[in-house]
């Protein structure tokens, strides 16, 4: 099974522009999560989509956002960029199972300038 | 809230030495616990994991147990390689079925010839 895949890798964005990431769950999972990654914050839970529909969300500004679509596949959105979000984002999806285990990609680097 | 708390590295071995990561966590309720590795470049890769008290997780060598009474899930090795090289995580999934973890800041682990 191929795993989760994000594209692009790498980004480079320009203070005030807007991004939009996205990522390809592993092949029927409907979950998918998104994570920012930065070394003074760690790891933070931006938002998790299911079935086309965002059930949960972490506490960041509404400048994030992202949507499903019927096939699993995700994108995140960043509008007005700014310097901190400056980030690898990485994705994530969740094992239908119900054994909680999620699997990563291996992310979009995003430094914005 | 529920958090994670990990041990701060960097944590220097020789190779053939014994790993320990310290990991606490608070948690209402009976969170999952998991380890993920992140290599240098790459997303995290689930390590081990365990769902309940006094399960053991173990992968590679690795093992870590689900300790209800310290609220522990420390990381051992008995024999680290320099491949054991790369940053490690801590996380819980959070409850109350919202398919979300909350990591620890991550140690990083370097092993050397």
């Known amino acids: 099974k191929a795993g989760v895949t994000q594209t692009p890798r790498y980004l480079i964005k320009t203070r005030g522009q807007q991004v939009t990431l996205s990522c390809s769950p592993i092949?029927?999972?409907?979950?998918v999560s998104w994570y920012q990654q930065t070394p003074g914050q760690g790891l933070q839970f931006l938002f998790e989509y299911f079935s086309e529909t965002q059930r949960n969300k972490g506490n960041f500004p509404g400048r994030f956002s992202g949507r499903q679509f019927s096939n699993s596949r995700s994108e995140m959105n960043v509008s007005t960029l700014e310097l901190g979000d400056s980030a690898l984002y990485l994705c994530a999806s969740l094992d239908p199972s119900g054994n909680y285990e999620q699997y990563f990609g291996p992310g979009t680097r995003l430094t914005v300038t | 809230g529920n958090s994670v708390t990990q041990m701060e590295g960097p944590v220097t071995l020789s190779e053939e030495a014994f790993l320990t990561i310290n990991c606490t966590y608070t948690?209402?309720?009976?969170?999952?616990l998991f380890w993920y590795v992140q290599y240098p470049g790459e997303g995290l890769q689930l390590l081990l994991k365990?769902?309940?008290?006094?399960d053991k997780g173990s992968n590679k060598g690795f093992e870590a147990t689900y300790r209800k009474e310290t609220t522990s899930f420390h990381l051992e090795k008995g024999s680290v390689q320099v491949s054991d090289s790369a940053v490690y995580f801590c996380?819980?999934?959070?409850?109350?079925?919202?398919?979300?973890?909350?990591f620890g800041t991550g140690t990083r682990l370097k092993v050397l010839a």
């Open positions: 092949s029927g999972h409907r979950s």
């Open positions: 996380a819980l999934s959070d409850e109350g079925g919202t398919y979300k973890y909350i």
């Open positions: 365990a769902t309940k008290a006094d």
């Open positions: 948690a209402t309720g009976y969170p999952s």
